[in-house]
């Protein structure tokens, strides 16, 4: 084990606020326990919940609505988004982590429950969540997370991961809204 490791593994020990006012909270979903602080965004898409759905699932489709100029995502499982699909992830920022999710649940119509294996968010999850309201559909993206190693929580603090990721959440949710709203294929 290597100096970064065995002080990061000293740090995972101590209590290391990641932020003013954040709370750690346990979270059950289905069979799972998600522990971690929670970031939430949400939209409303005038259209119905299957036809966001639908955009959600397409991996085609990720690349015209998930920023690829400042995360790269990749699909590293054959065939069609489902329950056991890999992802990675790669941010292009100052720093350059990379990490990888597994589907763990999906409902459709509904939700997708990714769970973060590596990296920087390791045992966290992600979920897409979307409601039938008045006005359309509610999207939802939840991230509960943990920040994983001395270098990432520096990070994370110091080059503002936590403002980043907002950003990154809430361009991610005007493209969607915008292609689904727009597009008449997901009409």
Not at 122 to 146: C, D, F, M, N, P
Request: glycine content about 8%; aromatic content about 10%.
């Amino acid at each position: 084990m290597n100096l970064i490791d065995k002080i990061g593994r000293l740090f995972s020990a101590v209590s290391f606020p990641m932020g003013c006012g954040e709370n750690f909270h346990a979270h059950t979903l289905g069979d799972q326990v998600y522990a971690g602080r929670v970031n939430r965004h949400t939209v409303i898409i005038k259209a119905r919940p299957h036809e966001v759905y639908q955009v959600l699932v397409d991996f085609q489709e990720m690349h015209r609505w998930c920023p690829q100029d400042k995360i790269v995502v990749e699909k590293i499982t054959p065939g069609e988004l489902g329950l056991g699909t890999k992802m990675r992830y790669r941010l292009n920022y100052r720093i350059n982590p990379i990490w990888h999710s597994v589907v763990v649940d999906m409902e459709e119509d509904s939700r997708i429950i990714n769970r973060f294996v590596d990296g920087i968010f390791e045992g966290s999850a992600e979920i897409w969540q979307i409601k039938e309201v008045e006005e359309g559909a509610e999207l939802s993206h939840t991230l509960i997370y943990r920040i994983n190693g001395l270098i990432f929580r520096i990070g994370w603090i110091f080059l503002g991961g936590k403002a980043k990721h907002n950003e990154l959440t809430k361009e991610a949710l005007g493209n969607l809204k915008r292609i689904v709203e727009e597009n008449p294929i997901h009409r």
